[in-house]
Structure formats: C-alpha cells, structure tokens
C-alpha cells in the first residue's frame, strides 16, 4: 500500500502562500486519485482539492476555487497545492489522501493517509 508523507506547512500572513508537497512511496503512484483535505481545531475533516490519475481533471471546494491549485507529477511520485491569497480561516492541519477507486469529495473513499502538515495564517 502506498504511503504518503507532507510537507510544506508553516506560519504564514494572510494574502502570502504555501506550496505543499505529497510524496509517495510508490511507482505505482499514477494509479491512485490524490486528494487534498483539512481538518481545522474542533472541526470536521473537510475536502479541499482532488486530482485525477493523469492530472487532467481537478475539483476543488468553493471556499478555495480561484486561490488553491492541485497538481501531480507522476514521474516524482508528488502532489502538489498551491495555495495563494490564504486567509486566516485556511488554518488547519492538510492531509493528502489516496484511492485507486474513483475520484471523491468524501474523506471516507480513500483508505490512505499521510500524518498531515499544519499550515497557520495570521491576521
């Protein structure tokens, strides 16, 4: 099974931006959806950005259309986000996530995991 490691979180003020990174462990990297969520203190975990196999097809919550940008590199094995124009409200633990299944929205379709990176923008 693949495993998946972030990286790229840190403190950061409102309106900079972040690259964050998920690489995985697997060749086989191009046969898994890659999703990007958050889960922010007392909150649920929440989906931000999804990308397809290939890389051809992308979706992404309202609350980050317009300002966050999903990417992968299959032949590095990494995902990618691009977040830009943060606000303090993007603060929140990022996980990307993987599935061989389709692409979803809901957390509960993919079945791995990496440990997160914390991302903090102030005001």
């Known amino acids: 099974q693949v495993q998946l490691v972030e990286s790229g979180g840190g403190l950061v003020q409102a309106g900079g931006s972040l690259r964050l990174s998920c690489a995985a462990s697997e060749r086989t990297f191009s046969t898994y959806y890659l999703g990007w969520f958050r889960q922010a203190p007392g909150k649920e975990r929440e989906f931000v950005a999804v990308?397809?196999?290939?890389?051809?097809?992308?979706y992404y919550a309202d609350s980050v259309k317009g300002r966050f940008t999903i990417s992968r590199d299959n032949a590095k094995s990494t995902a990618y986000l691009q977040m830009n124009t943060l606000k303090p409200e993007d603060t929140a633990v990022y996980y990307c996530?993987?599935?061989?299944?389709?692409?979803?929205?809901?957390?509960?379709?993919?079945?791995?995991w990496g440990r997160g990176t914390q991302v903090t923008v102030s005001s």
């Open positions: 990308v397809s196999k290939s890389g051809g097809t992308t």
């Open positions: 996530a993987a599935n061989r299944i389709l692409i979803a929205t809901d957390p509960r379709r993919y079945d791995t």
